[in-house]
């Protein structure tokens, strides 16, 4: 073949024109043919297929009919030839006022994500008769550290008391070591520790109990908003009566052994034992006995109005779940069943909870009653109830357990 026929130019009038081509493959020359008469179907692809003299007279077509598509497409070619004519090609389209898109550029590579911080797990102390508890949040800090906040929580006020610092990541982890260890703490879930601040955040501001120093940064941080509504609990199962009937032994744990009713109660009470023990009426050992558990009975009926039996039911679901991370769930499931039936008012029969309760008021003071006689000249009627053990500790560590 002559030089003029691998001239694009020559070969483009050839491939219109119909003119044989014996020096390419029939197929080749028949696929160009169909491309110089359409270009808008030269894909980037078939046009690479071709003997690159039938390529470059497919590309001669696209700059004649002012098609920018296939000279754009060649410019990123794996082949070099083609990719030198296509830049070409666009130059003599740009210059007749063909707008053209500029070359390719890669787009620049986007960072890897950041890494998620690492989630802390919270810690949270069993509830006491009170209704408080302790929760320790911790977020991981820029570099080693990590800000803790210890809280004191209120079922009735909210958080009433705040320390916020910064730890480094060893001082933490020894922490929550040496508080696990020392028992009366498990660890929470941080989305769980923050519905627990969340819902005491709500309790301050509808009881108007002033935030501590310091909670509106931490609500901040762990991002956290008071729950607008008081917490309720779903209701009973048809399971939780006969769970129920031994609510009594969980005041038989070692968490819920210091659960004592409120002082005036217990004085309420005291009062009312008194007045059995020193009774004008001659009383047998049983009567006696008999008259001092329907005084329990009566007051504990008396104390627990709706409004208690809901704060009760609260505390005991609180610590079901402190009950299931420790490994007891016969206590858990019995918790559970108790705070359902008692959120819901069920009133018959009567919570054996509630009534031991009180009755364990009765037998500190008949303990007390017993050491007292045990003294020359000392008064053996159960004048005052044993005062209530102090409740707050510390773990190695540091943390405040209530």
Do not use: C
Not at 1 to 19: I, N
Not at 32 to 61: C, F, G, I, M, N
Not at 184 to 195: D, F, N, R, T
Not at 252 to 267: F, H, N, Q, Y
């Amino acid at each position: 073949m002559s030089s003029t026929s691998s001239d694009p130019r020559s070969l483009l009038d050839a491939l219109r024109s119909g003119a044989p081509l014996p020096a390419f493959p029939a197929e080749a020359v028949e696929s160009a043919r169909a491309l110089a008469h359409d270009v808008s179907q030269a894909s980037l692809a078939r046009v690479e297929a071709l003997p690159e003299p039938l390529a470059l007279a497919v590309l001669e077509a696209a700059v004649s009919a002012g098609n920018t598509v296939l000279p754009e497409a060649l410019a990123s070619s794996s082949v070099k030839p083609l990719v030198k004519a296509a830049k070409k090609a666009l130059y003599q389209l740009r210059s007749r006022g063909v707008a053209v898109a500029g070359p390719a550029r890669a787009a620049p590579a986007e960072p890897p994500p950041a890494a998620a911080p690492e989630a802390l797990n919270a810690l949270a102390s069993a509830v006491t008769g009170d209704g408080e508890r302790a929760l320790v949040l911790a977020r991981v800090l820029r570099g080693a550290g990590v800000e803790v906040a210890q809280m004191q929580l209120s079922d009735e006020r909210g958080v009433v008391a705040l320390q916020l610092g910064d730890r480094n990541r060893a001082t933490w982890r020894k922490l929550v070591k040496d508080g696990l260890a020392h028992g009366g703490i498990v660890e929470l879930p941080p989305e769980e520790a923050a519905a627990l601040l969340a819902e005491a955040a709500g309790a301050n501001l509808r009881t108007r109990t002033p935030f501590p120093e310091g909670l509106d940064v931490v609500l901040r941080h762990f991002g956290v908003q008071p729950q607008q509504s008081p917490t309720a609990l779903p209701p009973p199962e048809p399971e939780d009566l006969r769970r129920a009937q031994e609510a009594d032994v969980l005041h038989d744990t070692v968490e819920l052994a210091s659960w004592l009713p409120p002082e005036p109660d217990v004085r309420a009470l005291v009062q009312k034992m008194d007045e059995v023990v020193h009774s004008p009426l001659s009383l047998s050992d049983v009567q006696r006995q008999e008259q001092l558990q329907a005084a329990v009975l009566g007051v504990a009926r008396d104390f627990f109005t709706p409004e208690v039996r809901q704060r009760y039911a609260l505390r005991l679901w609180r610590m079901a779940d402190y009950f299931e991370r420790s490994s007891r769930p016969r206590e858990a499931d019995i918790a559970r069943a108790e705070a359902r039936r008692l959120f819901h008012g069920a009133q018959e029969p009567f919570s054996r909870f509630a009534e031991r309760l009180f009755e364990k008021v009765l037998a500190l003071v008949a303990a007390a009653g017993a050491r007292a006689g045990a003294r020359p000249g000392a008064d053996t009627g159960p004048a005052e109830a044993a005062p209530a053990p102090t409740l707050e500790r510390r773990s190695p560590g540091g943390l405040i357990i209530p």
